[in-house]
């Protein structure tokens, strides 16, 4: 996938800064895609520090549309009710500064998807400002690490085969703990 961008972006020359922050938008209003292939790409043909910024912005934005447009339109279709997720439940029940403080939390914890944290600040008391600025400041610490294991696994040194041999251990830990849950469950 990360190829395919970075074709995208090479086809688009002069535009690539600007494809890349909408890639970025879209991906954000899915919710469920991840970004990382748009980071790798931006890191590849910008280079590590231009590529960073680039993925900080349009994920920023991203964030922020998304929110305008979750609270605009999926409010109405959501429940509060139906969400599950002890963070997120206490993200949809706070405001002001604990909202804020949150949202950084869950920007910044890495097995949270961006699109629920979104989702649940949409369905929040939280106002945009402060939802841009948590996210903004959460999601950075989350991008510099993403950026770093990136460009490690681009440039494939000891570093790089750590990342991706620890990544792909958490992986299939998650997979079997799921996988494990299920068969448990069925068995009841």
Do not use: C
């Amino acid at each position: 996938m990360t190829e395919y961008v970075l074709d995208f972006l090479k086809a688009f020359g002069g535009l690539a800064f600007t494809i890349s922050i909408l890639l970025n938008i879209i991906i954000s209003i899915l919710g469920v895609v991840p970004s990382v292939f748009i980071t790798a790409a931006n890191i590849k043909f910008f280079g590590f520090e231009q590529g960073l910024m680039i993925s900080i912005a349009g994920e920023a934005l991203g964030a922020i549309v998304s929110f305008y447009l979750y609270r605009k339109g999926i409010k109405k279709f959501t429940d509060p009710k139906k969400i599950r997720n002890s963070y997120l439940i206490a993200l949809h029940n706070s405001k002001g500064i604990k909202a804020t403080l949150l949202i950084i939390a869950l920007r910044i914890f890495p097995f949270v998807p961006s699109g629920f944290v979104t989702l649940a600040g949409a369905i929040s008391k939280v106002g945009i400002i402060n939802f841009s600025l948590a996210s903004t400041i959460g999601k950075i610490p989350s991008l510099l690490i993403e950026a770093y294991s990136v460009q490690q696994v681009l440039i494939w040194n000891w570093q790089g085969k750590v990342i991706f041999s620890m990544f792909s251990l958490v992986t299939v830990w998650l997979l079997l703990k799921k996988s494990g849950k299920k068969s448990f469950n069925n068995k009841k």
